[in-house]
């Protein structure tokens, strides 16, 4: 079976040090993105807030897949 690609908006809670903090509020956007990307890599967070697949994505998978789902922002809280 083919697998499809879906896109969301996921609401987690990382675990951070205060210099990852003054890395993720600094200005050097490019360090910041390379630290989430590695906090994710590390598991340092938890999945725990609003959570949800906006419209116009729910619009593009139809189109994509051929599927007829509800168009308007599918919602969770987690």
Avoid: H, Q
Wanted: aromatic share 12%; net charge negative.
């Amino acid at each position: 079976m083919e697998e499809r690609r879906l896109w969301m908006r996921l609401g987690v809670s990382f675990s951070i040090t205060e210099a990852e903090e003054a890395v993720i509020f600094g200005e050097d956007t490019a360090k910041a993105e390379e630290l989430l990307r590695r906090l994710v890599a590390e598991d340092r967070f938890v999945v725990d807030g609003d959570t949800y697949i906006p419209s116009v994505t729910v619009e593009e998978y139809n189109e994509k897949y051929g599927t007829d789902y509800e168009v308007g922002d599918t919602e969770f809280d987690l």
